[in-house]
C-alpha cells in the first residue's frame, strides 16, 4: 500500500482538507432515493484527491491523531447530510481511543444526537479488528442506534456470526458481481438474502454501476442498491 509523505498527512490535518462525498441508496424497484451514505474525502493542497484508505492507514500509526481526524469528519458529514437516513462509517480503532469505562463514548455522543443515523460496520480482516467492531456494534445497539454490516463478501474479510446476528442492514460487496456464476456463491447471497427477510433486515447490493447489474439486483429481491450507476445524484461538500 502506498505511502504517503509525512508533510502532506501533516498539511492535510493542518488544514483540514477534508470533504464528504454523500451517496444515495436507491430503492431497488422505484429508483427513489431512501438515504445517503456519507464517505470520506482528503485532498492536497492542489486539491488532488488522495485515496482515503492510505490516509487512514497512516493515521492508525497514530491513535489519537486518528480519533482526532474521524470526530473532525463526523462533524463534517453530519453537518452537511442531505435529510432522512444517514449511512455513516467509523473507524473501530478511533472509537476504542476513547472508549474509557465510566464514561460515554465522545463519538457516540455525538452521532446518537441526529435521528436517522445507520452506523455502518465493516467486516474485519482479522481477530482483533473483529473484537473491536464487535464492542463498537454493542455501544451502539444498546443506544438503539441502527446498525448495518458493510462490504459482506468482500476478499480477505471475516463474517462475524454475532454481528450478523445484531445488525439491523446487510450491505454486500460489488466483489459479488464477479462470482455470481459460481453456484455455490450464487446459493450463499441468496441464502443471506433471504436470512435478511425472514430476520426483517434491510438489504443493500453495491457497486451497481449498469443497468444489467440493476437488474441482476432486481433479480436478487434486495431492497437497495448502491454505485456510479446514479452518480448524477452523488453530493459532494468540502470543509
Partial sequence: ??????????????????????????????????????????????????????????????????FQVEYAMKQLQLAHAPAGELFLNLDPDAYAV????????????????RSNVVLEIIENSDISDARQSANMAQAFHKKNIQLALDDIGSPHSMLSLPILITVDCLKFDRSWFNQLYLPNHRIALESL??????????????????AEQLEIARQLNVDMVQGFLFKQRFIQIRA
Avoid: C
Fill in 98 to 113: 476513547a472508549d474509557i469505562t465510566g464514561e460515554e463514548n465522545p463519538l457516540l455522543s455525538m452521532l446518537q444526537q
Fill in 1 to 66: 500500500m502506498s505511502k504517503l509523505s509525512p508533510i502532506v498527512l501533516l498539511d492535510v490535518i493542518q488544514q483540514q482538507r477534508f470533504g464528504v462525498e454523500y451517496q444515495p441508496l436507491i430503492h431497488t424497484h422505484n429508483l427513489e432515493t431512501i438515504a445517503h451514505e456519507a464517505l470520506a474525502r482528503f485532498y492536497r493542497a492542489d486539491e488532488q484527491l488522495l485515496h482515503t484508505d492510505h490516509l487512514f492507514n497512516e493515521l492508525h500509526h497514530s491513535p489519537l491523531t486518528l
Fill in 193 to 210: 438474502i433471504r436470512y435478511a427477510k425472514d430476520t426483517g433486515k434491510r438489504t443493500v447490493l453495491e457497486g451497481v454501476e449498469t
